[in-house]
T-cell receptor, first 112, second 113 residues
Framework: EDQVTQSPEALRLQEGESSSLNCSYT??????LFWYRQDPGKGPEFLFT???AGEEKEKERLKATLTKKESFLHITAPKPEDSATYLC?????????????FGKGTLLTVNP | DSGVTQTPKHLITATGQRVTLRCSPR?????VYWYQQSLDQGLQFLIQ???????AKGNILERFSAQQFPDLHSELNLSSLELGDSALYFC????????????FGEGSRLTVL
């Protein structure tokens, strides 16, 4: 069964204090790894897709990287508006490839 | 705005009752996915439809059922409701049969009393 574990569960940063969120996964063949952002009371919003180890994607202050066992979401010089829950999800390449399996997320709070 | 519309936004009902949640996907998207989100379980995949046909099932209870209509909107029916069914129910859509990038609605918050 596909599994996704995210750490830490919660992270509190000062504005400008860079850090990383971790997503460890177990899947029988990775078709894709996805990062989403979820604001309170809203649906998840797509950020990145990574397909193979070594791949990196960037968007503003966020950079996602992928290895064979985990992915990191690096946040550089965060601002209060980056506060949200960040979700990681995997899509398997086998028979269950019509669903995304999500982790429980990391709640990021950036204080001004 | 993701372009995915879910109704109702909030629903309060009693145990044993039945409710229907509705989802209109983004224009042009053929796939619809239903997810349940609770505090302790996170986002759990329920079911997927592609162009009117069921494509994949997750941990969906027998008391729950869904369908996708010819105009591509989808409905999730929850019956014999229990307290533990209280959760946020999200609909998501994508253009292709395989999920890739999903576009989520704002969810329907169900409270069972």
């Amino acid at each position: 069964e596909d599994q996704v574990t995210q750490s830490p569960e919660a992270l509190r940063l000062q504005e400008g204090e860079s850090s990383s969120l971790n997503c460890s996964y177990t899947v029988s063949g990775l078709r894709g790894l996805f990062w989403y952002r979820q604001d309170p009371g809203k649906g998840p919003e797509f950020l990145f897709t990574l397909y193979s180890a070594g791949e990196e994607k960037e968007k503003e202050r966020l950079k996602a990287t992928l290895t064979k066992k985990e992915s990191f979401l690096h946040i550089t010089a965060p601002k209060p508006e980056d506060s949200a829950t960040y979700l990681c999800a995997v899509q398997a390449s086998g028979g269950s490839n019509y669903k995304l399996t999500f982790g429980k997320g990391t709640l990021l709070t950036v204080n001004p | 705005d993701s372009g995915v519309t879910q109704t109702p936004k909030h629903l309060i009902t009693a145990t044993g009752q039945r409710v229907t949640l509705r989802c209109s996907p983004r224009s042009g998207d053929l796939s619809v996915y239903w997810y349940q989100q609770s505090l302790d379980q996170g986002l759990q995949f329920l079911i997927q439809y592609y162009n009117g046909e069921e494509r994949a099932k997750g941990n969906i209870l027998e008391r729950f059922s869904a369908q996708q209509f010819p105009d591509l909107h989808s409905e999730l029916n929850l019956s014999s409701l229990e307290l533990g069914d209280s959760a946020l129910y999200f609909c998501a859509s994508s253009r292709r049969e395989s999920p890739g990038e999903l576009f989520f609605g704002e969810g329907s918050r169900l409270t069972v009393l």
